[in-house]
């Protein structure tokens, strides 16, 4: 059995610009952390290789620090360590890729088309290539078929599965298909996406760590487990770091604090919570609230899209249709079994929105 760990989109040295300057090297000094945490996972899974599919340096000019600490993490993975370049970290004659830097188990494609790594003594070709531009637009995999050696044929890329192209490498599914792969280690898209059943096993392993609010939830890498007859399992692995969350609370009968420090249930100190304040509540207090968050989460962002408390029987007494509908509203209420009212008081908040031209309750 083989364990091959698969990772990518690490983006070391994003500028975080929305950050202040402390916040954004804080949290560029924890990306670098994350590729440690990476190394832990390496050998806690006794990985036998790993595959990282590019886009690990956020662009050709890293801090001089990123340049001394990812070489000393990768070297401290206990396998061969494969890197095709991604269209931030392209390889070029003056990238960091072509310093030499980097420890003895670490491996590089170097060019655009498809060359292969053999590992004998894993049983093992790994095939891949790199981009040496910010952009490409042919699908690397196009005619590629992995030669019948006798070798398990694993490949690792930076692009985007897509046949209507685009400019980041597109691979057309057909072009997975018929490429021969044991498994394809990809790179690029942020989020997680696991094909084990494709006809060439693949998946995006996604981000190393969430950077903002459009990489939400749980990040990290992949362990693949493969035999002489393909995958046998694949699975998602997160990895500790600060995650971001988006979520909404309707308030409408809450205590808002209480609402809110419900809410943090589950958001861990690294973290940062965007919550949408929906629902009826009297004037918020928003810096209180957010208040709540100090030594929650490293930051509570509240957004205000609450309405002010309105009777809805105010109109009972109306000689018009919404008067009608709200007395015959009431009087089913008034005789409904304890079991029916909620569907009736539904009824009631939907019909009165409707007969006053307000947008429904969501």
């Not at 083989?2 to 994003?14: E, G, N, P, S, W």
């Not at 990123?66 to 070489?71: K, R």
């Not at 490949?155 to 046949?163: I, M, P, T």
Request: aromatic residues 6%.
């Amino acid at each position: 059995m083989l364990t091959v760990l698969h990772a990518a989109d690490f983006h070391l040295d994003a500028p975080f610009r929305a950050l202040s300057p402390q916040e954004a090297q804080r949290r560029r000094a924890g990306l670098r952390q994350g590729v440690e945490r990476l190394a832990e996972l390496a050998r806690a899974a006794g990985a036998d290789l790993a595959l990282l599919a590019g886009d690990l340096l956020d662009s050709q000019q890293p801090y001089p620090e990123t340049l001394e600490a990812l070489p000393r993490a990768l070297g401290r993975f206990p396998c061969p360590v494969v890197i095709a370049p991604g269209n931030h970290d392209y390889y070029a004659p003056a990238s960091p890729y072509a310093r030499p830097i980097w420890p003895e188990n670490v491996h590089i494609f170097t060019t655009q088309t498809v060359a292969s790594l053999p590992f004998s003594a894993l049983g093992v070709t790994v095939y891949g290539c790199a981009f040496t531009s910010p952009a490409r637009e042919d699908d690397p995999l196009a005619g590629f078929t992995a030669p019948r050696d006798g070798t398990l044929a694993l490949g690792v890329f930076h692009g985007e599965v897509d046949s209507r192209g685009g400019q980041y490498a597109p691979i057309a599914p057909e072009s997975l298909a018929h490429s021969g792969l044991a498994y394809a280690a990809l790179g690029h898209v942020h989020a997680p996406r696991l094909c084990p059943d494709a006809p060439a096993p693949w998946a995006y392993s996604g981000c190393l760590q969430g950077r903002g609010f459009d990489e939400l939830g749980e990040k990290g890498c992949c362990l693949v487990t493969l035999d002489e007859g393909g995958v046998r399992d694949l699975a998602f692995r997160p990895i500790p770091g600060p995650r971001y969350y988006e979520r909404s609370l309707d308030l409408t009968g809450l205590d808002p604090a209480e609402a809110v420090r419900a809410a943090l249930d589950g958001v861990g100190v690294e973290d940062t919570l965007r919550l949408t304040l929906t629902g009826e509540a009297e004037a918020l207090d928003l810096p209180a609230l957010e208040r709540l968050g100090a030594g929650v989460c490293a930051t509570l962002e509240l957004r205000d899209e609450t309405r002010p408390p309105r009777d809805p029987w105010a109109r009972l007494e109306e000689d018009t249709l919404t008067g009608h509908f709200l007395r015959e509203m009431a009087r089913r209420l008034e005789t409904a079994a304890p079991a029916e009212r909620p569907r009736l008081e539904r009824a009631l908040t939907y019909g009165l929105a409707a007969l006053e031209g307000r947008e429904a309750p969501r």
